[in-house]
C-alpha cells in the first residue's frame, strides 16, 4: 500500500469538509474520487498535497501515510522533492506569459542541486513531448494563447517534470471537448501501463473517471458512501442513478 488516508477530518475555519474519510492506493494504480460538486474532492487533494492555509483546509482529525510515513508534519515542496508526489490543480495554473518549453522547464527547479540534472530534465522533456505530441508542437508558443484541452496537457506535463511517482489530478476533463478529454486520459493511461505511475483522480465526470480507473470511492458532502472496483461501481444502482445518468 502507497497510500493510506485514515479517518481524514478536514476543516475550513469552523465549517467540516471531511468527516472522517478512508480509502488507499496502491503503488501503480490508478485510482478515482467521484462526487458532485462540493463534495470534498479537492479538500481531498488540497490536503494530501498538504498546502498551506488559507487556500486549503485544516486537517484536525486522522492522519495521511505515505510509504507509512505520516505527511501531516511534510511541507508541500518536500512532499515534491523527496516523496515524488506531485498535484495538477483544478483550473491549471500555468504561467501565461512564458512559453510551452518555459513551463516544462521551471518544474526542473526540484532538481536544481542534482549533478545530472541535465540528463535527468531533458530525458523527462523528451517523454512529455512524447506523450503530448501538440505541446512539442507549441513549444515556443506563451501558455496564455493555449487552447483549455493544451493547456491542461502542459499542467500534467509540468507535473512529470518534477520526476514525481504519484500525481494527483483535481477535475482533469473540466472544460475539456470530447477528443481532447479521451487523448489526454489515454496519454495518462500509456504513462501508468509505460511507467507505472500512480495516479489519483477526483473528477465530476464519473463515467470518464471509472472507465479510466480500476478502482473508485463515491464521496457525498464529506463522506465515503460507496467504493469498489470501475465495474462495481459503474453498476451499482444508486450510482447508476446519481452520477451515471442511468
Not at 462540493?38 to 505515505?66: H, N
Not at 510515513?69 to 491549471?92: D, F, N, Y
Not at 512539442?136 to 484541452?149: F, V
Amino acid at each position: 500500500m502507497l497510500l493510506e488516508v485514515k479517518n481524514l477530518k478536514v476543516s475550513y475555519g469552523n465549517i467540516e469538509a471531511l468527516h472522517g474519510i478512508s480509502f488507499s492506493i496502491d503503488k501503480g494504480e490508478i485510482l478515482t474520487l467521484i462526487g458532485a460538486n462540493g463534495a470534498g474532492k479537492t479538500s481531498t487533494l488540497m490536503s494530501l498535497a498538504r498546502l498551506p492555509r488559507p487556500e486549503a483546509p485544516v486537517v484536525t482529525g486522522g492522519d495521511i501515510l505515505y510509504d507509512g510515513q505520516s505527511l501531516l508534519k511534510t511541507e508541500p515542496h518536500i512532499l515534491i522533492q523527496k516523496k515524488m508526489l506531485a498535484l495538477v490543480p483544478e483550473g491549471r495554473h500555468i504561467f501565461g506569459n512564458l512559453s510551452v518549453q518555459e513551463n516544462l522547464q521551471i518544474a526542473t527547479y526540484p532538481h536544481r542541486k542534482d549533478i545530472n540534472r541535465a540528463i535527468i530534465t531533458g530525458e523527462i522533456l523528451d517523454q512529455v513531448y512524447g506523450l503530448f505530441p501538440r505541446l512539442y508542437e507549441r513549444r515556443k508558443q506563451r501558455g496564455e494563447l493555449l487552447s483549455g484541452g493544451e493547456q491542461q496537457m502542459l499542467a500534467v506535463g509540468r507535473a512529470l517534470m518534477t520526476g514525481s511517482e504519484f500525481i494527483m489530478l483535481d477535475e482533469p476533463s473540466m472544460g475539456l471537448a470530447p477528443k481532447l478529454m479521451y487523448e489526454m486520459f489515454r496519454a495518462l493511461k500509456q504513462l501508468n501501463f509505460v511507467k507505472h505511475i500512480t495516479i489519483l483522480v477526483v473528477e465530476q465526470n464519473a463515467k470518464v473517471a471509472l472507465e479510466f480507473a480500476s478502482r473508485g470511492y463515491v464521496l457525498k458532502t464529506g463522506e465515503i458512501i460507496a467504493s469498489g472496483t470501475s465495474a462495481e461501481l459503474m453498476a451499482n444502482p444508486d450510482v447508476k442513478k446519481a452520477y451515471l445518468g442511468g
